[in-house]
């Protein structure tokens, strides 16, 4: 009797054990910048970032406050949506109020050299600051912010360097108090096909996240998908699958 009781007890354990590990995996924070570019300024965009925002993730990023960032256009012109994305990823709320210092730091250093430059070139056009030029590039009526938590992921451990992948969206609105149930299906259903697909060499990652601090209200979570091109499409949802039929967007990372 005392034996059976060991054992149940153990077994009980090893189960609290196994919960514990599940629910203390990381789950990281993403930061989105969502710009609507002007026609025609999206190469000036792109050289901004490389100036001013690039230089400060690179550096965070060596120093393991940063785990990934990058920037993406979408192929797809939808009205009321945005046309380039900044995105990166932290472990927690430490890290982004470190990125958000970092970049306000960095913006007031060039403010400050380009107020001493123009005024030392006096009868010249000042130089405007990065904040002028992002207006100029940007609506900035259209910027949105969001925050997500990666609640599962997973990626190819061989993705070749250099490659910058296509990503396609895939966003759910979930009613109130079914998150859990929503994971729980997910998990269930669509994670074995997309692991089937990831070691397969279809695809190069993928995950589900949720928005981490409610905003517009359009979605709750989303999932994303990274390929090396557009033929995966064809092997990622067949066109009679329930997933083809949630809203979903596509981008270029950059």
């Known amino acids: 009797m005392k034996k059976r009781l060991f054992f149940c007890l153990l077994a009980i354990l090893l189960s609290c054990i196994s919960s514990a590990a ?39 990023m060596a120093d393991g ?11 797809l012109r939808v009205p009321g949506m945005g046309t380039h994305w900044i995105w990166h990823v932290v472990n927690d709320w430490s890290g982004i109020e470190k990125v958000d210092g970092a970049m306000r730091a960095q913006i007031a250093k060039f403010s400050s050299n380009d107020s001493t430059g123009s005024a030392a070139k006096k009868g010249q056009k000042p130089v405007a600051s990065v904040s002028d030029r992002l207006r100029e590039i940007a609506d900035m009526s259209k910027t949105h ?18 490659v910058l992948p296509y990503t396609r969206y895939g966003f759910v609105k979930v009613k109130p108090g079914k998150a859990a149930d929503y994971r729980k299906a997910w998990e ?3 994670k074995p096909v997309y692991d089937k697909l990831l070691a397969d060499g279809v695809i190069l990652g993928y995950g589900l996240e949720v928005e981490e ?29 329930p997933i083809a039929n949630t809203a979903h967007r596509k981008s270029r990372r950059r």
């Open 22 to 60: 599940q629910q203390s995996k990381p789950q990281p924070l993403t930061f989105w910048y969502v710009y609507t570019i002007n026609p025609g300024k999206e190469d000036d965009f792109i050289d901004l970032i490389k100036t001013v925002g690039q230089p400060v993730r690179d550096k965070l």
């Open 145 to 162: 912010d969001y925050i997500t938590r990666g609640l599962v992921s997973n990626q190819s451990p061989t993705t070749p360097a250099g």
């Open 213 to 241: 601090v409610r905003t517009s209200g359009e979605f709750t979570h989303f999932t994303w998908v990274d390929a090396k091109d557009l033929a995966a499409r064809t092997r990622l949802v067949p066109p009679s699958s």
């Open 188 to 190: 269930k259903y669509n």
């Open 65 to 75: 406050v940063v785990l990934a960032w990058g920037v993406q256009a979408s192929m």
